[in-house]
Protein backbone atom coordinates (compact mmCIF):
# COMPACT_ATOMS: atom_id res chain seq x y z
CA UNK A 1 0.00 0.00 0.00
CA UNK A 2 1.60 3.51 -0.90
CA UNK A 3 2.50 5.58 1.83
CA UNK A 4 1.79 9.42 1.32
CA UNK A 5 3.39 12.76 3.62
CA UNK A 6 2.77 16.08 3.58
CA UNK A 7 4.77 19.00 3.93
CA UNK A 8 5.51 22.23 3.33
CA UNK A 9 2.53 23.91 5.61
CA UNK A 10 3.03 26.80 7.51
CA UNK A 11 1.38 30.57 8.76
CA UNK A 12 1.28 32.92 5.85
CA UNK A 13 -0.05 36.26 5.16
CA UNK A 14 -2.70 37.06 2.95
CA UNK A 15 -0.95 37.35 -0.81
CA UNK A 16 1.84 34.95 -0.22
CA UNK A 17 2.42 31.34 -1.26
CA UNK A 18 3.38 28.06 0.21
CA UNK A 19 4.50 24.86 -2.14
CA UNK A 20 3.25 21.65 -0.43
CA UNK A 21 4.12 18.75 -0.85
CA UNK A 22 2.90 15.12 -1.10
CA UNK A 23 5.88 12.69 -0.84
CA UNK A 24 5.00 8.82 -1.38
CA UNK A 25 6.38 5.56 -1.29
CA UNK A 26 6.04 5.19 -4.74
CA UNK A 27 4.10 7.41 -7.60
CA UNK A 28 3.51 5.03 -9.79
CA UNK A 29 0.09 4.71 -11.86
CA UNK A 30 -0.91 6.76 -8.52
CA UNK A 31 -3.42 9.90 -9.25
CA UNK A 32 -3.27 12.34 -6.14
CA UNK A 33 -5.13 14.76 -5.00
CA UNK A 34 -5.35 17.50 -2.61
CA UNK A 35 -8.37 18.22 0.11
CA UNK A 36 -8.10 20.25 2.71
CA UNK A 37 -10.77 20.92 5.58
CA UNK A 38 -11.58 23.28 8.57
CA UNK A 39 -12.92 22.52 11.71
CA UNK A 40 -16.97 20.88 11.88
CA UNK A 41 -16.69 21.10 7.55
CA UNK A 42 -16.31 18.44 5.62
CA UNK A 43 -13.19 17.35 3.74
CA UNK A 44 -13.33 18.88 0.29
CA UNK A 45 -11.50 18.23 -3.17
CA UNK A 46 -8.56 21.06 -4.10
CA UNK A 47 -6.66 19.48 -7.02
CA UNK A 48 -6.18 16.62 -8.43
CA UNK A 49 -3.28 15.06 -10.93
CA UNK A 50 -3.69 11.88 -12.69
CA UNK A 51 -0.86 9.42 -13.37
CA UNK A 52 -0.89 9.24 -17.46
CA UNK A 53 -1.39 12.31 -18.95
CA UNK A 54 -1.01 14.00 -16.03
CA UNK A 55 -3.92 15.86 -16.59
CA UNK A 56 -4.97 18.78 -13.95
CA UNK A 57 -8.20 19.49 -11.91
CA UNK A 58 -8.73 22.26 -9.77
CA UNK A 59 -11.38 23.79 -7.60
CA UNK A 60 -12.87 26.71 -8.67
CA UNK A 61 -12.26 29.16 -5.57
CA UNK A 62 -8.16 27.85 -6.43
CA UNK A 63 -8.30 28.31 -10.41
CA UNK A 64 -5.84 30.91 -11.52
CA UNK A 65 -4.29 30.86 -7.67
CA UNK A 66 -2.77 27.31 -6.99
CA UNK A 67 -0.64 24.45 -9.76
CA UNK A 68 -0.92 21.45 -8.91
CA UNK A 69 2.47 19.28 -10.64
CA UNK A 70 4.35 16.25 -10.12
CA UNK A 71 7.84 14.50 -10.09
CA UNK A 72 7.44 11.16 -10.85
CA UNK A 73 10.97 10.46 -10.08
CA UNK A 74 11.53 11.79 -6.89
CA UNK A 75 7.61 10.25 -5.68
CA UNK A 76 6.21 13.93 -5.07
CA UNK A 77 3.32 15.67 -6.09
CA UNK A 78 3.67 19.29 -5.28
CA UNK A 79 0.57 22.29 -4.76
CA UNK A 80 1.95 25.79 -5.09
CA UNK A 81 -0.04 28.54 -3.51
CA UNK A 82 -0.02 31.23 -4.62
CA UNK A 83 -2.14 34.63 -3.75
CA UNK A 84 -3.50 32.77 -0.39
CA UNK A 85 -6.40 33.89 1.22
CA UNK A 86 -7.52 33.69 4.95
CA UNK A 87 -10.19 31.17 3.94
CA UNK A 88 -7.36 28.86 1.94
CA UNK A 89 -6.99 27.82 6.35
CA UNK A 90 -7.38 24.52 6.79
CA UNK A 91 -5.53 21.46 6.99
CA UNK A 92 -4.37 20.16 3.55
CA UNK A 93 -4.57 16.27 2.92
CA UNK A 94 -2.90 14.11 -0.19
CA UNK A 95 -4.31 11.21 -1.48
CA UNK A 96 -3.72 8.52 -3.60
CA UNK A 97 -5.82 6.31 -6.07
CA UNK A 98 -4.91 4.38 -9.16
CA UNK A 99 -4.42 5.94 -12.94
CA UNK A 100 -7.20 8.92 -12.46
CA UNK A 101 -8.83 11.23 -10.60
CA UNK A 102 -11.77 9.37 -10.80
CA UNK A 103 -12.65 10.04 -6.96
CA UNK A 104 -12.11 13.22 -7.40
CA UNK A 105 -13.68 15.73 -5.94
CA UNK A 106 -15.28 13.32 -3.40
CA UNK A 107 -13.79 12.61 -0.33
CA UNK A 108 -15.50 9.30 -0.19
CA UNK A 109 -14.21 7.46 -2.84
CA UNK A 110 -11.97 4.19 -2.79
CA UNK A 111 -8.67 6.32 -2.32
CA UNK A 112 -5.86 4.12 -1.59
CA UNK A 113 -3.81 6.42 1.05
CA UNK A 114 -4.30 9.50 2.50
CA UNK A 115 -1.42 11.50 4.30
CA UNK A 116 -1.72 12.74 7.95
CA UNK A 117 -2.68 16.51 6.75
CA UNK A 118 -0.46 19.60 7.01
CA UNK A 119 -2.14 22.96 8.47
CA UNK A 120 -1.58 25.98 6.11
CA UNK A 121 -3.17 29.56 8.08
CA UNK A 122 -3.55 32.41 5.78
CA UNK A 123 -3.50 35.13 8.78
CA UNK A 124 -2.40 39.15 8.70
Known amino acids: QVRLVESGGGLVQPGGSLRLSCTASSLDNMAIAWFRQTPGKEREGVSCISATDEKAYYRDPVKGRFSISRDNSGNTVYLQMNNLKPEDTAVYFC???????????????????WGQGTQVTVSS
Open 95 to 113: AAESLTCAYYPSPHGRWSA
